[in-house]
C-alpha cells in the first residue's frame, strides 16, 4: 500500500506517538490543570511539556502563548470571529481552504468587509494586489501559508511586510505548512497561526492550536467559547490570563500528549531534514509525471517553490475512475475532488471538477514515486 | 512557621511553567494544591524552602511569569 494522502492526515504516525498517547491513558490521565494529586498534575505537565515543544518548533518564547484547539479549523474560527467585529475590514486571497473562507463569508454576511486577493493560476498570492489592497484601513490580513490543492507556498513574509506597513496583523494559517516547512513566527512575520497537530506535525486528530505571537496583544482578541479553565474559580467571568482566557473545558489531553511526542519527534529528525526528504520526493514525482502524455500538472511544478502537494487530472478521465483505480488496482491511497478548496480550484482553472492529489509526506519513498509514476502511466494510456 | 514558602500564580500553566524553572534551576520544590487562604486564583501552587526565597523570588522575577504572590506558610 502506498499512502498519498498526507495533505489530509499523515499516516503512520511515528512509534513515539501512539506510546505516548498509550501512557497518557494508562499512567497519568487525570485532568490536567484542574486538580492538585499526582496524576492531575502529571497530566498537566505533558500538557505543558507538548506546549513548550511548540513553542520552540515555531520560535516563540513564551510556551503560555500556544492555545490548544481541536484542530485548525477551531483555531482560525477563534482568530477570525475573536478579532473581526462589524465594520472592520480583512483581506485574504483566492487560495484559501474552506477552514477559512466559510468563516470569513459568514462574517461577511454580518458585516465584516471581505476582500479577497487573487493569485496566479499556480496558486501564488499578488504581491502587488495585496499591497493595492492594503491601501485601505484594513484590521486584519488572514492566508494561508502552502495550499492544500497544489502546494504552493505563500510568500508570507513578504506578506506580512505589507500588513504591517498598513497597520494589519497578520494571520497564518499553517494547516499545510506545519511540521515540514520551517516557520520562524517573528522572522516571518507572523502574529497569530493556526495549526493543526494531524498532517505534517504527525499528531494524533483532535488536535491543534493558535499560537499568539509575542508581536500581538491578547487584549485585541476576545475568547469564542468560555467556561471552566481550573483558575479564578471563585469568579463567573472568563479569566484574562493565557492560555486559560482561550482554553475553557478540559483539553484533549492524550491527544496533547501524542502531540507533543510527534512534535519532539520532528525537532529531532531536524525539520530542515523533512523539508529536504520532502523537496527530494516532489522533485522525482515532477520528473516522472513531466513524462506522461494527457497528464496536466497543476501548480508551480517545482519541488522548491511548493510542498509535497501535488495536484493532477488526466485529460478524457474522470478524477474519481483514476482515484478509484489507483486505489482498487495499484493500493494507491489519495483524495479527488474539491479538497475542501473551491476558491483555489476556481484559482487554478479546476472547479467543479477537481483534481487528483498526490500528496507525499515523510513516510514515503523514492521507490514508492516510482511506483506512483509507474500506475499514472498505464492508467493514462488505457 | 513552617520551613516551606510558596508560590501563588494565576493559572495551572504558569505553576507548571514556574515549577519547570525552579527545578531546572536546581531548587527542590514541590506542586501543591493551593492553600485555601491564599487564594484560589487557580488550584496549584508551588512550595519551596522558605530559606530560599530571595534567589526564588528574584528567579521568578526575571522570568515573567505572572506571580500573583509568594508567602512564608503557617
Known amino acids: 500500500m502506498i499512502y498519498l494522502d498526507h495533505a489530509a492526515t499523515s499516516w503512520p504516525k511515528p512509534p513515539a506517538v501512539l506510546r505516548a498517547i498509550e501512557q497518557y491513558l494508562n499512567d497519568y490521565g487525570g485532568n490536567p490543570g484542574r486538580s492538585g494529586h499526582r496524576i492531575s498534575i502529571e497530566a498537566g505537565r505533558v500538557v505543558y511539556e507538548a506546549r513548550e515543544a511548540l513553542a520552540q518548533l515555531f520560535n516563540v518564547p513564551d510556551p503560555l502563548r500556544i492555545v490548544f484547539t481541536a484542530n485548525a479549523t477551531e483555531a482560525l474560527n477563534l482568530a477570525l470571529y475573536g478579532l473581526l467585529k462589524p465594520g472592520d475590514r480583512v483581506v485574504t486571497s483566492g487560495i484559501e481552504h474552506n477552514a477559512m473562507m466559510r468563516p470569513l463569508r459568514d462574517l461577511a454576511r454580518r458585516g465584516v468587509e471581505l476582500q479577497i486577493v487573487p493569485c496566479n493560476a499556480e496558486g501564488l498570492l499578488d504581491l502587488a494586489a495585496l499591497a493595492e489592497a492594503l491601501r485601505v484601513k484594513t484590521r486584519l490580513v488572514a492566508l494561508n501559508h502552502a495550499s492544500n490543492v497544489v502546494g504552493t507556498i505563500s510568500p508570507i513574509a513578504q506578506a506580512a511586510k505589507l500588513a504591517h506597513q498598513a497597520g494589519a496583523p497578520l494571520l497564518l494559517d499553517t494547516a499545510q505548512s506545519a511540521g515540514c516547512l520551517p516557520i520562524d513566527m517573528p522572522a516571518l512575520g507572523v502574529d497569530l497561526l493556526a495549526f493543526t497537530g494531524h498532517k505534517a506535525l504527525c499528531g494524533p486528530p483532535g488536535t491543534g492550536g493558535l499560537v499568539l505571537g509575542t508581536s500581538f496583544d491578547a487584549q485585541e482578541l476576545e475568547p469564542i467559547m468560555r467556561g471552566g479553565t481550573g483558575s479564578r474559580s471563585e469568579y463567573e467571568e472568563q479569566p484574562e490570563m493565557l492560555p486559560d482566557k482561550y482554553e475553557s473545558g478540559t483539553v484533549n489531553g492524550m491527544g496533547i500528549a501524542g502531540l507533543g511526542a510527534a512534535v519532539r519527534w520532528l525537532l529531532e529528525q531536524g525539520i530542515d531534514n523533512v523539508r529536504a526528504h520532502e523537496v527530494r520526493l516532489t522533485r522525482e514525482m515532477l520528473g516522472g509525471l513531466a513524462q506522461i502524455p494527457r497528464l496536466h500538472v497543476y501548480g508551480p511544478r517545482d519541488a522548491e517553490k511548493q510542498t509535497a502537494t501535488i495536484s493532477v487530472s488526466i485529460q478524457g478521465l474522470y478524477v474519481s475512475d483514476i482515484g478509484f483505480q489507483l486505489d482498487a488496482d495499484y493500493a494507491i491511497l489519495c483524495r479527488v475532488g474539491l479538497h475542501c478548496a473551491p476558491a483555489a480550484h476556481r484559482t487554478i482553472g479546476t472547479f467543479p471538477e477537481g483534481t487528483v492529489r498526490l500528496a507525499l509526506g515523510w513516510s514515503n519513498t523514492l521507490e514508492q514515486v516510482h511506483l506512483v509514476v509507474d500506475a499514472l502511466q498505464r492508467i493514462s494510456s488505457i | ?74
Open chain 2, 1 to 74: 512557621m513552617s520551613q516551606f514558602g510558596v508560590v501563588i500564580v494565576a493559572t495551572t500553566s504558569s505553576a507548571l511553567k514556574a515549577e519547570k524553572l525552579l527545578r531546572t534551576s536546581g531548587y527542590k520544590e514541590q506542586l501543591i494544591p493551593t492553600p485555601r487562604e491564599y487564594s484560589s486564583d487557580c488550584g496549584l501552587a508551588i512550595r519551596f524552602n522558605w530559606f530560599q526565597q530571595d534567589e526564588i523570588k528574584k528567579l521568578l522575577a526575571d522570568s515573567g511569569i505572572d506571580v500573583i504572590g509568594i508567602y512564608h506558610l503557617d
